[in-house]
């Protein structure tokens, strides 16, 4: 069983940035890919960003790639997803998950364990 605690959103303004932090708990972190999601009202939840378990590998969405980026300390059990040049757009709630798995991946169902979400907002 993994549990997962996101921090670090907030209210920022249109071209500002922002990190997310994601604590876990247990012993074999590093086996778990980790990926982040996020959740626009009245929206799906949507793929933003994934790293493998090493750290080597990340993947992320198109409407992302440039401006954030996904990286890991496994030593601190913890992931992070860095946010750049954020827009309106980029306003939900985000969402850690955690992968049974060591590879990135990009699909909700393919996650086990998600953290109870932080909710970002870019003002124009």
């Known amino acids: 069983q993994v549990q997962l605690v996101e921090s670090g959103g907030g209210l920022v303004q249109a071209g500002g940035s922002l990190r997310l932090s994601c604590a876990a708990s247990g012993r074999t972190f590093s086996s778990y890919a980790m990926g982040w999601f996020r959740q626009a009202p009245g929206k799906e939840r949507d793929f933003v960003a994934s790293i493998s378990g090493s750290g080597v590998t990340t993947y992320y969405a198109d409407s992302v790639k440039g401006r954030f980026t996904i990286a890991r300390v496994n030593a601190k059990n913890t992931v992070y997803l860095h946010m750049n040049s954020l827009k309106p757009e980029d306003t939900a709630v985000y969402y850690c998950?955690?992968?049974?798995?060591?590879?990135?991946?990009?699909?909700?169902?393919?996650?086990?364990?998600w953290g109870q979400g932080t909710q970002v907002t870019v003002s124009s």
């Open positions: 998950a955690a992968a049974n798995t060591y590879d990135v991946r990009s699909y909700p169902n393919e996650y086990a364990y």
